[in-house]
């Protein structure tokens, strides 16, 4: 009873804003951030999931899905891919440059992608070094504009156990070191400068605080008028912003940093996080050698997982900084023997975050993406943490584990419905949702 | 440094009767800076009160010094040998490993290994390192003659080290001052998880010589294993290339003039004198002179053997001499100029038959350069370490190649030197490695039987007080001759022993080994199959 009021008064406010209600009734729903939902209903509004929970009432007049035979999932997110990116840019060291460029809205991969439940995607530049940012999309639009979800999702960086690749992340963070001095030197004098000017005339003082409130005004209308998925980091940096305003009176602006060494002040900022990718257990201790000493900045791990992969040397590691591993549902073989390692699993027993992405960017390595992930399962991976492995943990990745990667509240309508367990084979895609509106339906297609 | 580390026990108030400190080695070539420095780290480290404590307890301890202590224990703290001996107080807490009935000897030290050691099979054989294995090649046929006088010198063929013009010597020498500019980059590309230094364990070797540095075999952890770096210093002495010894001999005046006028200049402290110039003298031969290098030589022959010992005794420096293969024949000459040998007692040399003098490979080589005093060290024929490699014809027997100089005479106990303190006089990191002796790094090895022997398999390895390799855990060797189950629970065998060793005391130390050889039961005797002594 008392769920049943909650519900109406809840119901309440997105019925009022006007939204196309839609109720969604399944067999089970894999919430993933609750657990799983038996004869579960949700109710969709405004290409956000409103309410969600077991055998709930709905109100008169909105329309049911009675779908008794699905189950449904949150929206695949895959975290690290390079599927429908442009082949062989090359790049070493742009980590300015976002992958933006690359895709194409018409390829006809998106809408395969799309048909497999696959609602988000990291698409990474392609490269060596420290090759760019990553951007999320969706595979689902007529523009980029569309297609875009967040960028940047993350900055990509490779490094391994050799002296270039160590320096070239050093050297980075060194630059950052350079510029800070320089704004502060600059702020000095910019210091200086004003208790001349304010010995000198105070009119003209508040003359340039009129302009300042001025200018604050600005960003917050920008705010506004910005998409479904307004940019965290954007946010914060005016956020930031305002605060050292608000300090210091009158404004200081800082010299515009080079744009090689941006991204890497974004990273202390924690506006911008980094995907670290390595390979071999070593490139772990040479990376922490690295990047430890920059406490601020948040980086998740990524490695491909082959029969040369020794990284469960160091899963106990990883897991003991709980940090977030986006890496293959592949089982490897143990250096220089036959013994099975099942490394995700490991490392999720270590205590580490997983995500995983498909084993290859192509459609069949996304056809095979969740029985591959099943197969884990089998040998020991528990399913929760898999089920997390390609939605929710994977969206974090991206830095959009508060907009999507679970079915909650608020959170985006981005639904996979299947005909069964998702991880067996057999299961089959019956419809999928994105932002609110399905955009694959099997039945209607036939 | 000895009396600093007295002092630190007194401190401890860890003097016991039975304790036998082994001595430090007396003038060592350590370099005296560095050894305080560690000196002071390990002061640092004594004021944490979390020390860790690492203990081997009741192997019969080679300290490679010439002691041999049966049943002894030895106290690691934070990774440096606190202690070793008899009643030996072992903190609570600490990680002990049982080598009762086994052998506890100092880590090996690996010349010249392949980097593949250090950064696993992905490793790119950098110039550097295939210079050790290409001098390597047996000499025969590269060599001509060329009449010189009367007598026939043999010469290699034009086009290998530049039989003719002084160019190619200048480069080499040149290309290796470039080379020792740079830092090394083995910090930044240390694998501590490759299959190839589980291999070197396996072996024994807890410290390998990767190009011009020295890296500790540590595991897990990438912290702190650059151990020393650039102590060779690379010298030409080829026969065939006269020129090139020539602009070896003026490289040398030159800079021991600059020593001698430096020297001056210090002496003298007058600030209106300037400071001699360094300009136009080789950095190389600068700094072996400055005893901050010694001078490598890679020679075989009589004749080249017979200008490096009188050239370095000239300079008075002590020669590093690698191949040495005639050595044999000039040991007096050589033990004068206190050289060290780098030998490979395996390798075969024919006698030059045009020469009626004695010459070619020995199998006593070893053996008789150790009587004349020079300090051998053995390094195997290839040092690549590999799965493929053929028992013997690699690393993973450098134990077998020392036996071999056994065979030809040499002491055991110089065998061993020549596999651990000598190489890290060598190598200049004696001062940290190479033998068992409070104050220097825990890095030891446990074998089941005798290191020269064949059959001895190294059963624990020990780098930095922390164990990195137990033969039962690895996939290598576990399955060969497994280490016999233990007949009885060790906790109950401890205690008793303790109460022993307290009744008796010191006075009967000898009985109480017995004792300790009785009560470690029959696993041992086993282990041990009569091969012991």
């Known amino acids: 009873m008392t769920l049943a009021l909650l519900f109406t008064l809840l119901l309440q406010t997105p019925a009022k804003a006007g939204g196309d209600l839609l109720a969604i009734r399944v067999k089970r729903a894999e919430t993933v951030a609750q657990g799983p939902i038996e004869h579960a209903l949700i109710l969709v509004a405004d290409g956000k999931i409103v309410e969600i929970g077991e055998d709930l009432p709905v109100e008169r007049g909105i329309p049911v899905l009675d779908r008794p035979e699905w189950v449904a999932t949150p929206g695949l997110v895959n975290a690290h891919t390079r599927a429908g990116g442009e082949r062989g840019s090359g790049r070493a060291f742009e980590p300015h440059a976002l992958a933006t460029l690359e895709i194409d809205p018409r390829n006809e991969l998106w809408e395969e992608l799309l048909e497999l439940g696959v609602t988000t995607l990291a698409l990474y530049p392609d490269g060596q070094g420290i090759p760019g940012q990553a951007i999320a999309l969706q595979p689902h639009g007529k523009s980029v504009q569309d297609m875009l979800v967040a960028a940047p999702a993350y900055l990509q960086v490779y490094l391994q156990a050799s002296a270039s690749s160590k320096k070239a992340l050093r050297d980075a963070f060194q630059k950052v070191d350079e510029y800070e001095d320089k704004v502060a030197k600059e702020r000095e004098k910019w210091e200086k400068e004003q208790e001349k000017k304010k010995k000198a005339s105070k009119t003209s003082g508040k003359k340039e605080d009129e302009k300042k409130e001025e200018k604050k005004e600005e960003p917050k209308a920008e705010d506004k008028k910005g998409g479904a998925f307004p940019q965290e980091d954007e946010k914060k940096d005016e956020k930031k912003e305002e605060k050292k305003d608000e300090k210091k009176t009158e404004a200081f602006v800082p010299p515009a940093p080079d744009e090689k060494v941006k991204p890497f002040l974004d990273l202390r900022k924690k506006s911008l996080t980094a995907m670290m990718s390595i390979r071999k257990a070593a490139d772990y201790l040479h990376l922490l050698d690295v990047v430890e000493k920059e406490k601020d900045v948040q980086w998740f791990l990524q490695f491909p997982l082959g029969d040369d992969g020794d990284l469960y040397e160091v899963a106990q590691k990883i897991g003991e900084k709980k940090l977030l591993v986006v890496t293959a549902p592949e089982i490897t073989l143990q250096t220089n023997s036959l013994r099975e390692r099942n490394i995700p699993a490991e490392l999720v027993r270590a205590g580490a975050k997983l995500a995983l992405t498909p084993r290859s960017d192509t459609l069949q390595g996304h056809r095979d993406w969740l029985p591959d992930v099943g197969r884990l399962i089998g040998q020991g991976l528990p399913r929760e943490a898999a089920l997390a492995a390609v939605t929710l943990e994977a969206a974090r990745a991206l830095g959009l584990g508060e907009e999507l990667g679970s079915l909650e509240k608020e959170k985006a309508a981005n639904i996979v419905f299947w005909s069964g367990d998702p991880f067996e084979p057999s299961a089959r895609v019956q419809a999928v949702m994105l932002g609110g509106k399905f955009v694959v339906e099997v039945g209607k297609e036939e | ?455 001895t398999f190294v059963q624990y390895a020990v780098v930095d007080g922390k164990l990195v390799y137990d033969k039962e855990k690895e996939l290598y060797f576990a399955h060969i001759r497994p280490r016999p189950k233990e007949p009885a629970p060790a906790a109950a065998e401890e205690p008793k022993a303790e109460v022993e060793s307290g009744e008796k005391e010191e006075a009967k130390e000898e009985a109480q080994e017995e004792q300790d050889d009785e009560s470690s039961g029959e696993d041992e005797k086993q282990s041990d199959g009569g091969k012991d002594e």
Not at chain 2, 34 to 40: F, L, P, Y
Not at chain 2, 211 to 240: F, M, N, Q, T
Not at chain 2, 262 to 287: I, M
Request: net charge negative; hydrophobic share 40%; aromatic share 6%.
């Open chain 2, 1 to 455: 440094m000895r009396r600093a580390l007295s002092g630190f026990f007194a401190l401890l108030a860890l003097s016991f009767p039975g304790r036998v400190a082994a001595q430090q080695e007396g003038g060592e070539g350590g370099s005296p800076p560095a050894g305080q420095e560690s000196e002071g780290e390990e002061r640092k480290k004594d004021d944490e009160k979390d020390a860790k404590y690492f203990a081997i307890v009741g192997g019969d301890v080679y300290t490679g010094s010439g002691a041999i202590l049966r049943g002894a224990t030895l106290l690691a703290r934070n990774g440096k040998i606190a202690e070793i001996g008899y009643d030996v107080v072992v903190p609570e807490g600490t990680e002990k490993l049982d080598a009762r009935g086994l052998r506890v000897y100092p880590g090996l030290i690996a010349l010249g290994a392949t980097s593949r050691m250090s950064t696993g099979a992905t490793a790119v054989e950098g110039p550097d390192a295939s210079e050790g294995t290409g001098d390597e090649a047996p000499p025969e046929p590269e060599i001509e003659i060329r009449w010189d006088g009367l007598l026939p010198v043999p010469v290699p063929r034009a086009g290998q080290s530049g039989a003719t013009g002084t160019e190619p010597p200048d480069e080499q020498f040149q290309a290796e001052e470039e080379g020792e500019e740079k830092k090394s980059e083995i910090e930044d590309t240390f694998d501590p998880f490759n299959s190839f230094l589980v291999l070197a364990l396996a072996t024994g070797i807890t410290t390998a010589q990767q190009s011009s540095a020295v890296v500790k075999l540590k595991r897990y952890e990438i912290d702190g294993v650059l151990l020393g770096e650039r102590h060779l210093a690379s010298i030409p002495w080829d026969l065939g290339n006269p020129s090139g010894i020539k602009s070896t001999r003026d490289k040398f005046a030159k800079a021991a003039e600059y020593q001698r006028a430096l020297r001056a200049w210090r002496e003298r402290n007058d600030k209106n004198l300037k400071e001699p110039s360094k300009k136009g003298v080789d950095t190389t031969a600068n700094r072996v002179l400055a005893g901050e290098a010694l001078a490598h030589f890679r020679a075989s022959q009589r004749e080249e053997l017979l200008g490096i010992a009188r050239f370095a005794q000239e300079y008075g420096i002590r020669p590093v001499v690698e191949g040495c293969e005639e050595g044999w024949t000039v040991a007096d000459e050589l033990g004068r100029a206190g050289a060290y040998a780098i030998l490979t007692p395996r390798h075969r040399m024919p006698k030059d038959e045009r020469f009626v003098r004695p010459g070619g490979a020995s199998i006593e080589n070893a053996a008789l350069l150790h009587l004349a005093g020079v300090q051998v060290a053995v390094r195997p024929e290839s040092t690549t370490i590999d799965f493929i490699g053929t028992a013997g014809r690699d690393l993973l027997a450098l134990p077998v190649e020392a036996g071999f100089a056994v065979r030809g005479g040499l002491p055991e106990e110089a065998a061993l030197a020549a596999m651990t303190i000598v190489p890290a006089r060598v190598l200049g990191v004696d001062h940290r490695v190479g033998s068992l002796a409070p104050g220097k790094d825990c890095d030891a090895i446990v074998t089941d039987g005798d290191i020269l022997h064949y059959q």
